[in-house]
């Protein structure tokens, strides 16, 4: 009897963190010699107020914690809004839509906004391209720094 509660006792503890590991962090690779970062319509919020940790450098890698996603998508699905600068005032250039409940980066929404484009390489995984930059995944994975 003993054994059979504790059974089900753990498939509970299970399921209920099921949410909380469906997805782990964002990885962001910007290809381009310009700055991004992130805007949320929700909370109204640009990712620079985390400081340099939600800037995405020009040419550079960047792991975006969980933590931070979670913070800044605590409604799902969520919609980030891409801007070409440091501070969210730059153009948007697409929105990447995250949802927790179906693992992570679930869509690109390109506006085709002077050569920029977002491409999304798996759920967790997006790349931030300029027409005239564009190398590949390769180039972009062993010319980049991770940040």
Known sequence: MMRKLVKIASRFVLIGLLPISAYADITVINTTNVDATAYSPYYEQCSSSLGSRGIIKANKMMSIKQAYVDTFCSKQ???AEIHMSNDCRGKTIGTIQIDATKGGITAVNNLDVDGYRLRKIDKSTT??????????????LFNLKQE
């Open 77 to 79: 699905p969520c919609d």
């Open 127 to 140: 790349i931030i391209e300029k027409n005239e930059t564009i190398n590949g995944l390769f180039g972009a």
